[in-house]
């Protein structure tokens, strides 16, 4: 887990590393998969999963699904902000041209 900007949300979000995104994201399979409940019952199990990995309350499943360290790529050299996608050649917070 590691606090990053998230450009989608406008804000600094804990984000989820390859091991526990692997784990929400069974649990976000899970909402989906066969058995009784609403959907804000079925998604409890993986926002509970986040809010004790992170300490962060969240309430959308969705959110989580995209707040994973590896879509962001690694943070721009000069204002710190990840730099959207791990492809991406210029920092669109700030224009900096990524160094390769
Ligand atoms: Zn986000
Ligand atoms: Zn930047």
């Not at 499943?61 to 879509?71: D, E, F, G, T, Y």
């Given at each position: 887990m590691k606090v990053l900007w998230c450009w989608r949300c406008q804000m600094e979000i804990p984000?989820?590393?390859e091991e526990e995104f692997a784990e929400a994201y069974r649990l976000y399979h899970n909402m989906f998969g066969p058995g009784k409940g609403k959907i804000e019952e079925r998604a409890q199990p993986l926002l509970d999963f986040y809010e004790k990995l992170t300490?962060?309350?969240?309430?959308n499943?969705?959110?989580?699904?995209?707040?994973?360290?590896?879509?962001y790529g690694p943070p721009c050299e000069n204002c710190g902000k990840p730099y959207r996608t791990p492809k991406a050649s210029?920092?669109?917070a700030c224009g900096n041209k990524r160094l390769t």
């Open positions: 984000m989820l590393d300490g962060f309350e969240e309430t499943a969705n959110a989580i699904m995209h707040h994973r360290i590896s879509l210029f920092c669109a």
